[in-house]
């Protein structure tokens, strides 16, 4: 609010400055209406902490948020107006001088709205002073009923054994920190998931309290005082209070006292993020001798970064069942839960709700303590969390406190994701654009609007807010979720300031689902009465059913629109008409698939930034014009027309483009002058380029290498995709981008055979990974002339070749080749591969007539450490020089269907070997003698095999954890060996043997077995069900799945 606020001022106060002619009568208004904002503005961080609690303060907060709405309305129409009459002239006007000014009736019309506005603003600010309002500067959120202690109530603790014992034996196990004097490992995670309790417990351990001499316990909270938590460590010790001495007498006694003992402390509930601070302290602890350990309890992942010097350890949410332990202890105590049968149903039921917090587990059960009546549970079962009362189960305001501790910008952020639905997955560049549609994030003198945006989530998330689903290669998130408990807080922020009735604030953001071509008039009739509707999302038919197929007209009116999301919709085209959405910051259409044109007045959204167009497969033409949006920071592909249409040059002036820009039908270009003129080395922002050029065109000339030569983009792309090519060779500035594709090109060889050109443009290779698609012409890398060059794609790392039959030439060394993936590529010089001796990773994948390796090809490979074999019909054999990669850890060979064995000697020198998976290799009945060498193997997995028991080498694995025996179609039981000899078997899965009938009894004594599926197993699955003839033998192990219904 207070951020949505003070962009108001700074709007308001531009428009006084500048818009002189639309004000004439109303600037005094415009005046006193910035003053009262500011004002108000001043007392929010004392209204948002009170509101809570104060319903008076959250009613004012609320009418507040109402008249502050209406202003932006204001402003909007303003703008609109605007930016209408000036395009309408074809821009005769200055920017300083809109010709609003002569509008009166428009200019009418706002003076007597903003008169309005200050007579209910004026009011507003007068009921600040009577509810005490008052100028609260941000503090801190200190509250003592929070401190914590060393002291844990053990029988109240469940699920955190393992973590715990994890993170005891990391602080206990000193040779793995032989250089940190002190070590600092942080624990995360969000507010009432048992932060403080998993501490407790480590603290209490009697591993931790035998290795450690000293043992320390500060409660530090959002007040990071130095002074104060030396004090408190010093009294500890000493356990004796101190004076108030001064912090370098403190600092001097504290040290005396831990100097040469190997400690433990535990700063819990940190929030600091000043890393000065941070060492201020740091520096007086660093005294201790080596092996010394400091443990910090934080939400947020930033105070983690700051002080960890271990890996963090992000705590992990209960399961249902340990939350339902939690939840009847508190609501049961000493009574017997089985005397309330019907409350137990609604107790689990009431337990989902708390999404693994035991903070709220034990919450709720207290709350419910005394009540007795189904009607009492089954009204917290349908209530929310925030509806429950507060001083009773203290869930929210545990978790608030994350929220006022929020910067004020990112509040408003905050709050408005509970528009998503509870559980959901969260696009970031969703989530982005809502925000920047409802102006709660703006630009600053240093960042983008989208990169505020990109900060914030990355802050949320940091805070424990947020929770990862998806991340890219760097680290950034992409997709996130919340949390339900924390959605709950959202939702109860959401609904202080705005209220708990729809019809009492304009709405400003719908989600339509399933709009029909039957209910399009109704959907219109609707949005007819939004006005105020800034984001507009239409959620997509199923493609079978009635979907609407055109815009209605009514969205065409609403002038505050700023982001129109049709994604996956039937349309066929736009309107013209919303062209005069001049608001209109986002407008997404990716996957409108039978979208065919844009509309001809794409040049008027002069505000437009993105423009999505991702898996638009029908899009044949696009408006000329787009060129002028020179707002634009996403346009993710454009159609090249003839000479009417969109043309390749109108890219000159948009070089604040960013992320994907797809090109198509550049065969469409006819003078290399128009590919110049896109100026795509200017566009410094972009990351990845999809050159396109129609590959079954059928010419007798081409101009692809004078076009392609003059689109070369900024050396900053970190992907370029090249579609269609009908190039001799590529164009040596290739060599600059990190990530190339090519598919179905006509090319020879990537720097074509002249040695002059292609061996200089390879040695100076930046590319990192390439990849080779369906080139019938391909003959290699390098021309025949250059083969014997040295120092070529010295940095390449990652190489693919898929379906390339003319691929012939050898491979050439690169130093620092770690993947090799060839697919489809029959005359393959296989001894070449030797000379990539820093091969990782090998791919061999579908060749035809090839019944065995060389045996060289595997030599000079120590480093390799997975190789993977697939789809080979007439492989018979692997060559023997498999025993040369000595650290090779995973090996997969998969539909081989001419391949009876493994070789005995080729095994003998994988001791590293960890995985293996055989795959429809149905003839291969046994893994030869030579698999007694691998000592290191933990995962087995056979998939397809006509073999009628389990191969006896099996029983030579004895780190085997995990063995997966899927299609084996004549198994009809597994040997008496079988739990003899598996001592360390952790998960065993049998999957679709259908003449497997028992289990060996030896089963029984593998008390390692954590895990047994038993799926499609037709004789067994009914035997091991409970009270089954097999249910004795399987009745120990922990988690039992059995699915074996025969569906016919």
């Known amino acids: 609010m207070e951020a949505f606020v003070g962009i108001l001022v700074d709007t308001l106060n531009s428009m006084i400055q500048k818009e002189l002619g639309l004000l004439c009568g109303v600037a005094t208004d415009m005046q006193k209406l910035s003053s009262l904002l500011s004002t108000a503005k001043a007392v929010l961080e004392d209204a948002e902490q009170k509101q809570f609690t104060d319903r008076a303060i959250q009613l004012w907060f609320q009418k507040l948020n109402g008249v502050a709405c209406e202003i932006d309305d204001v402003l909007d129409d303003y703008a609109a107006e605007a930016s209408r009459i000036k395009y309408k002239n074809s821009g005769c006007f200055s920017l300083m001088c809109y010709p609003v000014a002569g509008n009166l009736v428009f200019r009418h019309r706002i003076g007597t709205r903003m008169k309005e506005i200050l007579e209910k603003f004026n009011a507003i600010a007068d009921e600040r002073i009577k509810l005490g309002l008052s100028d609260q500067k941000r503090g801190s959120y200190f509250n003592a009923s929070r401190e914590t202690g060393s002291t844990v109530n053990e029988p109240e603790v469940l699920g955190r054994d393992e973590e715990k014992e994890q993170i005891v034996r990391i602080l206990t196990k000193e040779k793995d920190r032989v250089d940190q004097n002190v070590s600092v490992l942080p624990i995360v995670g969000v507010g009432g998931l048992g932060k403080t309790t998993l501490a407790q417990l480590i603290f209490s351990d009697k591993c931790i309290t035998e290795h450690f001499e000293l043992k320390l316990w500060v409660w530090v909270s959002e007040d990071f005082d130095v002074k104060r938590i030396i004090k408190v460590l010093i009294e500890s010790v000493e356990k004796t209070s101190i004076g108030d001495l001064a912090l370098n007498i403190l600092q001097g006694k504290l040290q005396e006292l831990l100097r040469g003992k190997r400690y433990l402390i535990v700063l819990d509930d940190v929030w600091n993020e000043n890393p000065e601070e941070w060492e201020k302290l740091k520096s007086v602890l660093e005294c201790g001798s080596k092996g010394s350990s400091i443990v910090t309890t934080t939400r947020m992942e930033k105070v983690a970064t700051i002080m960890g010097t271990l890996e963090t350890h992000r705590l992990s949410s209960l399961s249902d069942d340990q939350c339902w ?134 802050e949320l998330h940091h805070r424990s807010l947020f929770q990862a689903v998806d991340k890219d290669e760097f680290g950034h998130v992409l997709i996130f979720k919340m949390h339900d408990l924390v959605h709950d807080l959202a939702q109860s922020v959401m609904e202080a300031k705005h209220g708990g009735t729809e ?52 969205v065409s009116k609403l002038k505050h629109l700023r982001h129109l999301n049709l994604s996956a919709s039937l349309i066929v085209e736009l309107p013209n008409s919303i062209c005069g959405l001049w608001n209109l910051q986002i407008l997404n259409l990716n996957g409108c698939v039978q979208l065919q044109s844009l509309p001809k007045g794409m ?57 994907k820009l797809i090109i198509e039908h550049l065969e469409r270009i006819k003078d290399k002058k128009d590919a110049e003129e896109a100026c795509l080395i200017k566009k410094e922002s972009l990351r990845e380029l999809y050159l396109c050029w129609d590959s079954e065109r059928t010419l007798r000339q081409y101009n692809d290498e004078e076009v392609l030569e003059a689109l070369k983009p900024c050396p900053d792309l970190q992907l370029l995709c090249i579609d269609g090519f009908k190039g001799s060779s590529f164009p040596s500035w290739i060599s600059t981008v990190t990530n190339v594709g090519v598919n179905e090109s006509s090319t020879e060889y990537i720097y074509g055979a002249q040695e002059s050109t292609a061996a200089a443009a390879a040695r100076s290779s930046s590319m990192k990974q390439l990849e080779l698609l369906d080139m019938p012409n391909l003959k290699g890398m390098l021309g025949r002339e250059v083969q014997g060059t040295l120092g070529v794609f010295s940095r390449l790392e990652s190489l693919s070749f898929h379906c390339c039959p003319m691929l012939t030439l050898p491979l050439l060394r690169m130093p620092s080749l770690k993947e090799l993936d060839i697919n489809m590529c029959p005359n393959m ?62 090996l997969t060979i998969r539909e081989c269907p001419e391949l009876e064995s493994l070789p005995e ?48 080498e099996v029983k030579h694995f004895p780190k085997l954890q995990k063995l997966v025996l899927d299609d084996f179609r004549n198994l009809t039981s597994l040997p008496d060996w079988f739990g003899d000899h598996l001592t360390s078997l952790q998960d065993l899965t049998l999957w679709s043997c259908p003449k497997l009938e028992t289990l060996p009894s030896s089963i029984q004594m593998m008390t390692t077995l954590q895990s047994l599926t038993i799926e499609e197993c037709y004789l067994l699955g009914p035997r091991c069900e409970r009270g089954g003839e097999e249910w004795h033998k399987i009745k120990h192990i922990p988690a039992l799945k059995v699915e074996w219904l025969h569906i016919t």
């Not at 001791?911 to 055989?918: G, K, P, T, V, Y």
Request: one cysteine or more; a neutral charge; aromatic letters at 6%.
């Open 603 to 659: 040049r008027f959204l002069r505000n437009l930034r993105h423009l999505c167009l991702q898996d638009c497969w029908g899009l044949t033409h696009m408006p000329s014009g787009i060129g002028k949006l020179i707002c634009l920071r996403t346009l993710s592909k454009v159609v090249l027309s003839g000479k009417k249409g969109f043309q390749l040059n109108e890219l000159q002036d948009l070089n604040m483009l960013r992320g």
């Open 829 to 890: 010089a296989w001894a070449s591969i030797s000379n990539l001796t820093s091969l990782q990773c090998l791919i061999i994948e579908s060749i035809e007539g090839l019944s065995c390796f060389p045996e060289e090809m595997l030599q000079n490979l120590s480093l390799l450490e997975s190789l993977g074999i697939s789809d080979m019909k007439d492989l018979r054999a692997l060559p023997k020089s498999l025993a040369s990669l000595t650290a090779l850890k995973k």
């Open 503 to 554: 019809s009492n604030r304009p709405i400003r953001l719908m989600v339509a689902f399933h709009i029909t071509s039957a209910g399009i008039d109704q959907f219109s009739s609707f949005l007819s009465k939004c006005g105020s509707l800034r984001a507009l999302i239409v959620r997509s038919m199923p493609l079978e059913e009635a979907g609407f197929t055109e815009l209605p007209p009514a």
């Open 325 to 458: 332990s939690l939840f009847r202890q508190r609501a049961f105590g000493r009574q017997e839960a089985e005397e309330y049968p019907n409350l137990v149903v609604i107790g689990k039921e009431i337990v989902k709700k708390c999404g693994g917090v035991p903070l709220a587990a034990k919450a709720l059960g207290g709350f419910l303590r005394f009540k007795r009546e189904e009607n009492e549970w089954n009204s917290v079962k349908c209530s929310e969390i925030w509806n429950l009362p507060e001083d009773e189960t203290r869930i929210l305001p545990a978790l608030r406190l994350s929220y006022l501790n929020l910067p004020v910008d990112l509040r408003g952020c905050f709050a408005y994701c509970a528009v998503f639905r509870k559980g959901s997955k969260i696009e970031k560049e969703e989530v982005i654009h809502l925000w920047m549609a409802n102006g709660l994030i703006s630009s600053n003198e240093t960042m983008e609007v989208e990169d505020v945006g990109d900060a914030v989530v990355t």
């Open 905 to 952: 000697e080729g095994l003998r020198g994988l001791a590293s070997l960890q995985e293996l998976r055989i795959e429809k290799c149905y003839d291969l009945v046994s893994l030869s003698m030579g698999t007694k060498a691998l000592k290191s193997l933990t995962h087995l997995s056979i998939d397809g095999s006509n073999a009628t028991a389990l191969p006896e």
